[in-house]
């Protein structure tokens, strides 16, 4: 069953030994990222913003800085074989690399996290430009995931020493798109409690809620999923296992596609969800479907609501309410040809939760996704 352990935890006052910012920028290792910025700044509204490559003396990769409100991506792809990065797109294809996260000191969230048994991808190093100087450093997560922490109240230029500006006269009008609310690993079997105990000892987060295989099952399969929080609460991590079920669990065809453990979703925050839905289907973005019979009585379950239930219920837009509020959910399909990474669109008007009410539809329209490709 769901436990919520959120207002006894954050009213500990031990002192956050990784003081976290928010998230600074999510960076993809992608098979093409000069197609994959234009993807997402045609599809989803983001701008153009910082470039590093060849031309600026980056010998083996290319990175596309782009930018929607206070959502950075960075889209990264090798130009040769044999490294890193091309290693990556061969065994996971297109995915995040890193989920970098903005502090105030990157040396000392080095120093704190690796103590704590961390496992350091980077050595905290300085880069300088004319602008000042940004620091950062790293450690491992789950598969080949990486933390990087951010350190950039020295800085002032565009986005990092190393990058110049990327100036385009292809500007698309942003939709709505505001910061990360939260970003699901998926984990491999019985994995899922030694990344919590990670996430609490070496990063101080804390356990806020948890759902277990019967929270989160339909007839045929099942996971179950912790949802990990920093102090503050500017970051948030779930992180879901596969179940036993009758049939193949989504996290295990995201595990097997992945060939690994990895980031399932990123969670995207909107003022406005019914615009910027509207806005992402006319530039051709699809979304899971949700049969017309959730919208005869979701609101016997949640309520009152201040938006028109059929803007919502033809596009699909799923709706929950917890103690604090109530939220608009809606969640994109695989944005690769493997069944791996997606996209959640949120609006939150109070709730803090992640949308309970609505695991069964939402997985039952997964499992239709992932029996259409043979997968269940
Ligand atoms: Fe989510």
Not at 312 to 339: A, H, N, S, V
Not at 340 to 349: A, D, G, M
């Amino acid at each position: 069953m769901e436990t919520m352990t959120m207002p006894e935890q954050l009213k500990a006052t031990t002192v956050d030994f990784l003081p976290l910012h928010g998230t600074d920028y999510v960076e993809f290792y992608v098979g093409n990222a000069k197609q994959a910025a234009h993807f997402y700044k045609t599809a989803f509204g983001f701008q153009s913003l910082a470039y590093a490559g060849p031309e600026t003396g980056v010998k083996d990769k290319v990175s596309y800085v782009i930018r929607q409100n206070k959502l950075t991506f960075v889209l990264t792809t090798p130009l040769r074989i044999n490294n890193e990065i091309a290693d990556h797109i061969y065994k996971h294809g297109d995915g995040v690399k890193f989920l970098s996260l903005k502090v105030e000191d990157a040396t000392d969230a080095w120093e704190q996290t690796t103590k704590r048994g961390g496992k350091s991808f980077l050595e905290p190093v300085t880069l300088k430009d004319d602008n000042g100087e940004v620091i950062m450093s790293g450690i491992h997560t789950y598969g080949e995931t990486v933390h990087l922490f951010i350190e950039r109240k020295n800085y002032n230029g565009i986005f990092m020493p190393g990058f110049v500006e990327w100036k385009s006269e292809y500007n698309p009008t942003d939709t709505g798109l505001q910061y990360v609310d939260h970003c699901v690993g998926n984990v491999g079997w019985n994995q899922m409690n030694p990344w919590v105990k990670f996430y609490e000892d070496v990063m101080g987060f804390r356990n806020i809620l948890s759902f277990d295989d019967k929270d989160i099952s339909t007839e045929y399969s099942a996971l179950m999923s912790k949802v990990m929080s920093n102090g503050n609460g500017y970051v948030k991590f779930p992180i879901n296992e596969p179940a036993e079920g009758k049939k193949k669990s989504q996290v295990e065809e995201y595990l097997d596609f992945y060939n690994g453990e990895g980031v399932q979703h990123v969670a995207i925050a909107t003022k406005n969800i019914i615009e910027t839905v509207q806005e992402l289907k006319r530039r051709g973005i699809e979304f899971l479907k949700i049969p017309g019979s959730y919208y005869d009585t979701v609101l016997d379950r949640v309520g009152t609501i201040d938006e028109d239930l059929q803007p919502l219920r033809e596009l699909g837009i799923l709706i929950d309410r917890d103690d604090e509020g109530y939220l608009l959910q809606i969640f994109t399909k695989p944005l690769e040809d493997r069944p791996t990474l997606f996209f959640e669109i949120i609006q939150r008007k109070g709730a803090k939760s992640f949308g309970k009410g609505n695991f069964k539809a939402l997985f039952e329209s997964l499992e239709r996704e992932q029996d259409l490709r043979g997968n269940l």
